[in-house]
């Protein structure tokens, strides 16, 4: 039963075709990396997913459930987000632990009382995602890092099946860029880990633990499936334009590049 099925996803606005006839299966036990140039559709495909952009044509199916079809409001509780839209509106004097708990209703801006299970899960939680020590630090004093994973620990209090990621490194400095990308591959090859969408523009951000590409060009699909398939030097020149070489290091990935006429590519 696949997790997620996009097919002929299409959206337009006016004159202008922002996603054109996506299509995309994300099967249990797959984690994906979404790469693509700005300007791509990435922010707009995660928008059409989680019920923020109406589609002009085609389907989207969560957990067998189809857009249009079923109450989304409910669905997409089912789908945690880590994005900047949401670490804006954290308040300054909310502590980690309510930031955490509050994921459980998908509320922004904990009020009421904390159950005593609440409580248990979301300290649970904050040893899961390495956070432990901060359960009573306010948002104001978390770092970049620190805010990404209690992000991550307040879409993990819902227990969803998917968990996406949206440039979730943005802001970091190389080395906590680094610890942070270390603790997503240690969150994805944990035992019961959500299935995990990152959505990047940085190969070098994409480590092992994501099994699969979709590579978005101007609102298309250009390349789908296994990374050690799809993720290739030529499919990385379309997608950005330029002419690049991918290179790997310790399973990790490096891009070379230099501008080149995109009419040369085609």
Same mark, same amino acid.
């Given at each position: 039963?696949?997790?997620?099925?996009?097919?002929?996803?299409t959206v337009r606005r006016?004159?202008t075709t922002?996603?054109?006839?996506?299509?995309?299966t994300?099967?249990?036990?797959?984690?994906w990396a979404?790469?693509g140039a700005?300007?791509s559709?990435?922010?707009?495909?995660?928008? !059409?997913l989680?019920?923020y #952009?109406? =589609? &002009?044509? %085609? +389907?989207?199916?969560?957990?067998?459930?189809r857009?249009?079809?079923?109450?989304?409001?409910e669905?997409?509780?089912?789908?945690?987000?880590?994005?900047?839209a949401i670490?804006q509106m954290i308040?300054?004097?909310e502590?980690?632990?309510?930031t955490?708990?509050?994921g459980?209703s998908?509320m922004i801006?904990?009020w009421?009382?904390?159950t005593?299970?609440?409580r248990?899960?979301a300290?649970?939680?904050?040893?899961?995602?390495?956070?432990?020590?901060? !359960?009573e630090?306010?948002? #104001?004093? =978390? &770092?970049? %890092? +620190?805010r990404?994973?209690v992000?991550?620990?307040r879409?993990?209090?819902?227990?969803p099946?998917?968990?996406?990621?949206?440039?979730?490194?943005?802001?970091?400095?190389p080395?906590a860029?680094?610890?942070?990308?270390h603790f997503?591959q240690?969150?994805?090859?944990?035992?019961?880990?959500?299935?995990?969408v990152?959505?990047?523009?940085h190969v070098?951000?994409?480590?092992?633990?994501?099994s699969?590409?979709l590579?978005?060009q101007?609102g298309?699909?250009?390349a789908?499936?296994?990374?050690?398939?799809?993720?290739t030097?030529?499919?990385?020149s379309?997608?950005f334009a330029?002419?690049?070489r991918l290179r790997?290091r310790?399973?990790r990935?490096?891009?070379?590049?230099r501008e080149?006429?995109?009419?040369?590519?085609?």
């Amino acid at each position: 039963m696949p997790i997620l099925t996009v097919s002929g996803l299409t959206v337009r606005r006016g004159q202008t075709t922002i996603l054109n006839q996506v299509s995309w299966t994300v099967a249990p036990g797959e984690h994906w990396a979404i790469l693509g140039a700005n300007g791509s559709g990435k922010t707009s495909l995660l928008s !059409a997913l989680t019920g923020y #952009l109406t =589609l &002009s044509a %085609g +389907e989207v199916e969560l957990l067998t459930q189809r857009y249009g079809r079923s109450d989304w409001r409910e669905l997409r509780k089912r789908v945690g987000l880590v994005s900047s839209a949401i670490r804006q509106m954290i308040p300054d004097d909310e502590p980690a632990l309510e930031t955490i708990v509050s994921g459980q209703s998908a509320m922004i801006d904990f009020w009421g009382k904390m159950t005593a299970p609440e409580r248990h899960r979301a300290l649970r939680i904050l040893a899961q995602i390495e956070c432990e020590a901060l !359960a009573e630090r306010p948002w #104001l004093f =978390l &770092s970049q %890092g +620190e805010r990404q994973r209690v992000l991550i620990g307040r879409a993990l209090m819902a227990k969803p099946a998917l968990l996406i990621l949206d440039e979730p490194c943005a802001g970091l400095d190389p080395a906590a860029r680094e610890r942070f990308l270390h603790f997503l591959q240690n969150l994805g090859t944990g035992k019961n880990s959500p299935t995990l969408v990152l959505v990047t523009h940085h190969v070098e951000e994409i480590m092992p633990v994501f099994s699969h590409m979709l590579i978005l060009q101007r609102g298309r699909v250009l390349a789908c499936g296994a990374r050690k398939r799809t993720l290739t030097s030529r499919t990385l020149s379309l997608a950005f334009a330029a002419e690049v070489r991918l290179r790997t290091r310790n399973q990790r990935y490096l891009l070379e590049w230099r501008e080149k006429s995109p009419n040369r590519l085609m």
